[in-house]
């Protein structure tokens, strides 16, 4: 299914305030977790961005592990929903969801990008660490929590379990 147009308005820029802001949303039907809403904001005037995949129905909680172990488990496509936590034990990654989060679909590969990219010059020998797993070098484990349980991990090794009790602690 091609990802269908629901919205398409012209806003004011959160950035520089200018009624230039371009905003369209999508609605696109995935097989794993259903309808999703994909944005694509951007401003004329000052290049704003904004571009986020979120859930438009949402389902039970679940936890997706996948262990990474090759090329074929990097290249994996990872849908990250906006409410989902990710740990990374081996390399000490945990990303809590915020009020301004956004999803993510990627790679196993790309999801480590975003992690370096974020971090910057604050590593302290954690992107060492990132570049071995980005590269193969290094064996992890990826889990996703995700109480909206739209989040999903495309590869027939990640091992998904839901359960309500994942998210009442």
Do not use: H
């Amino acid at each position: 299914m091609e990802p269908i147009l629901i919205m398409n308005e012209r806003l004011k820029c959160p950035a520089c305030g200018k009624e230039t802001l371009s905003a369209k949303d999508y609605l696109y039907e995935t097989p794993q977790v259903g309808k999703l809403v994909l944005s694509n904001w951007e401003c004329e005037s000052c290049n704003f961005r904004l571009r986020d995949v979120k859930p438009y129905e949402t389902q039970e909680p679940i936890r997706i592990e996948l262990d990474v172990e090759c090329e074929e488990d990097l290249s994996s496509l990872v849908y990250r929903s906006a409410f989902a936590s990710v740990n990374i034990p081996e390399l000490g990654v945990e990303i809590e969801p915020a009020s301004a989060s956004q999803g993510n679909l990627t790679t196993v590969r790309g999801l480590l990008e975003i992690v370096r990219d974020s971090v910057g010059g604050i590593c302290e020998g954690g992107c060492e660490k990132i570049e071995l797993a980005m590269d193969g070098r290094t064996r992890f484990r990826l889990v996703i929590d995700d109480p909206s349980g739209t989040s999903f991990i495309k590869n027939n090794k990640a091992k998904v379990t839901r359960s309500l009790s994942l998210f009442q602690q």
